[in-house]
C-alpha cells in the first residue's frame, strides 16, 4: 500500500533554533517528493521538490534531503523564525503523476 | 500567491443540502486536482481533471462530482452533505505538459456542515 509517513506529529522549538523534520513512504515507483508548508486554514505552498535523482534542495533556511533506497527524506530548518510556526507535509508522486500521496504533516509551533 | 483562486473561503451548509466550489486555475495550467482536507490531517485526492475529463479519482463516493471548463476552470459539487464532509477544500493546478508533481494550490474553501 502507498503510504507517507511523518514525524513528529508536532514539535516546538524555541525561536532561532534549528529543528527536522522527518517523512518515510513506500510510494512506488516514485516520481518526486515534495514539502509543503501550510499555514492554519491556509493552502499549502511548495517549499521543495526533489526527484529520485536528487539527494538535497534548498530554499532559504530551508534544507531537504533525499535517501531513494531506504526511502527517506528529511526537512531541516535553521535559525528558526515565529513565522515557520506551521504544518509541514511531505507529498509523494508516482512516475506516472497520478498517484499522489500526502503525509499527515508535522506541525511545528516556534515560540518566542 | 499561486495565481490559483478559489471561491467562496468560508461556506456553511446542513446536512442534505448540496454545495458547489469554484475553483481558477492559475494561467497555462490545464489540470485540475481536488482535495478534502479534514482539521489536523494531510489533504486527500478526490479528483483530477484534465482538459475538462475526469481522470483519476480517489476514495470519494459519487455525490462528489466535478466539471472543468474550457477556460480549465473547475467545479466541485457535493451532494447530500454529511457531517464529516466539513473540511478545508483545496484546489491544485498545474501544466499536464509540466514536470510531475509542480502544482500550485489554492488558498482553500472551509466547509461547515451542520
Known amino acids: 500500500k502507498n503510504q507517507v509517513e511523518q514525524s513528529p506529529q508536532s514539535l516546538i522549538i524555541l525561536e532561532g533554533k534549528n529543528c527536522t523534520l522527518q517523512?518515510?513512504?513506500?510510494?512506488?515507483?516514485?516520481?518526486?517528493l515534495r514539502w509543503y508548508k501550510q499555514d492554519t486554514g491556509r493552502g499549502p505552498v511548495s517549499l521543495t521538490i526533489?526527484?529520485?535523482?536528487?539527494n538535497t534542495k534548498s530554499n532559504g533556511r530551508y534544507t531537504a534531503t533525499l535517501d531513494a533506497d531506504t526511502k527517506q527524506s528529511s526537512l531541516h530548518i535553521t535559525a528558526s523564525q515565529l513565522s515557520d510556526s506551521a504544518s509541514y507535509i511531505c507529498?509523494?508522486?508516482?512516475?506516472?503523476?497520478?498517484?499522489?500521496?500526502f503525509g499527515a504533516g508535522t506541525r511545528l509551533f516556534v515560540k518566542a | 500567491e499561486t495565481g490559483v483562486t478559489q471561491s467562496p473561503t468560508h461556506l456553511i451548509k446542513t446536512r442534505g443540502q448540496q454545495v458547489t466550489l469554484r475553483c481558477s486555475s492559475q494561467?497555462?495550467?490545464?489540470?485540475v486536482s481536488w482535495y478534502q482536507q479534514a482539521l489536523g490531517q494531510g489533504p486527500q485526492f478526490i479528483f483530477q481533471?484534465?482538459?475538462?475529463?475526469?481522470?483519476g479519482r480517489g476514495n470519494f463516493p459519487p455525490r462528489f462530482s466535478g466539471l472543468q471548463f474550457p477556460n480549465y476552470s473547475s467545479e466541485l459539487n457535493v451532494n447530500a452533505l454529511e457531517l464529516d464532509d466539513s473540511a478545508l477544500y483545496l484546489c491544485?493546478?498545474?501544466?499536464?505538459?509540466?514536470?510531475?508533481?509542480?502544482?500550485?494550490f489554492g488558498p482553500g474553501t472551509r466547509l461547515t456542515v451542520l
Open positions: 491544485a493546478s498545474r501544466s499536464a505538459g509540466g514536470r510531475a508533481g509542480t502544482q500550485y
Open positions: 517523512c518515510n513512504y513506500t510510494v512506488s515507483p516514485f516520481s518526486n
Open positions: 526533489m526527484t529520485f535523482s536528487e
Open positions: 507529498v509523494v508522486t508516482d512516475t506516472g503523476g497520478f498517484k499522489t500521496i
Open positions: 494561467s497555462g495550467h490545464n489540470t
Open positions: 481533471y484534465y482538459r475538462e475529463e475526469e481522470n
